[in-house]
């Protein structure tokens, strides 16, 4: 399925790894009060459909979304822990408890696409094991959070140097560009 990038639906994509992308649907993390964007099931079916693992709303429950959370809060600390040895031991056992049960089956398109078949929670243990592959990976070295200070996205660094700052350009690195211009101009405006 060929997915537009970045925001789909209310929702972020800038992780370059799906898994990735479940931590970014609690957003303002650093704020007060943060804002849950898989509040209901329904918004749960709805991110599936938006990430690419459904084609369709999967149906999922109450006890689904309970389960996206865990696994979004876990990926969460383990992305911001990769540096560290061990990893936080809770998000671990969360993480390969969720990976450990039944997975969405992974289906072949007659247009040479890939699309998975399953319930909610097979989506969600096919995703955890995603993130298993990942964190335990030589991809793992590649995980960057933004260094925007209000932004806790996670991505994958695919750039060639190995040095990219921002979740988006188009977005936090636009932002940063835009200040570092402003304060430039504001010094050489006071220095004149």
Known sequence: MDLPTEDRDGFRFRGGAVALDLAATLQARLKPSPRELLAT???LDRWLVSAGLATSAPG???????????????????AGGLGEQPLDADAR?????????????????????EEWEGSAAS???????????LFGGEDAAHV?????????LFFVDTSRSGDRRWCSMS????????????????????EA
């Open 123 to 133: 989506l969600l243990a096919s995703l955890a094991r995603e993130a298993v592959h």
């Open 60 to 78: 999922a429950t109450e006890a689904d979304l309970t389960m996206a959370h865990a696994l979004r809060e876990a990926i969460f600390t383990l």
């Open 41 to 43: 099931a329904q918004d």
């Open 93 to 113: 056992d969360t993480l390969n408890r969720i990976a450990a049960f039944p997975a969405a089956a992974a289906v072949l398109r007659a247009d040479g696409h």
């Open 171 to 190: 977005a936090c690195g636009n932002k940063a560009k835009v200040a570092e211009f402003r304060r430039r101009k504001q010094g050489l405006g006071s």
């Open 144 to 152: 960057r959070q933004c260094q925007a200070p209000a932004c806790t």
